[in-house]
């Protein structure tokens, strides 16, 4: 069985409870609930998780060269600031997604930048929670063809 890991990133545990305009109703247990089952229909293992803390984003992306085969990760604001999680996310060889749940390139100028999905394969954002299932069908895509 192949094993992803889906990073989540600071205040995203505060989902159902937080801009509900921009970010929908559903809360991170919900989304991870919805997260591990769509993996469990593709055969894949889903390790789901969140930091409000960078430098524990980053060992998060360390682990993925040597115990997954894939990753998925919302980094949150710190999209927006981090060349350190960019750093990080360059060094792993495994496919790699960035998602949001909102469409940042309709938003505030500063939410246009993303620096971290330069170092990603692809990024899926504007469907809500939505955007979590399309990446993980196109994280077990890219898992069997890259
Ligand atoms: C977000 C978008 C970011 O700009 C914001 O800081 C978040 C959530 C999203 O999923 O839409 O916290 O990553």
Known sequence: MKKIILINGP????????????????????IKKQSEEKSAE??????????????ELINFIHSVEKEYDGLIINP?????????????????????????????YTREEYRKKS??????DGLICGFGSLSYILAIEAINNLIYTK
């Open 42 to 55: 593709l055969n894949l293992e889903c390790f789901f998780c969140q930091s409000n803390n960078e430098g």
């Open 76 to 104: 949150a604001a710190f999209t927006h600031t981090s060349v350190a999680l960019l750093d990080a996310l360059r060094s792993i060889s495994k496919p790699k997604i960035e998602i949001h749940l909102s469409n940042i």
């Open 115 to 120: 620096i971290t999905s330069e170092g990603v």
């Open 11 to 30: 205040n995203l545990n505060l989902l159902g409870n937080r801009e509900n305009n921009i970010y929908g109703n559903h809360s991170l247990e919900e």
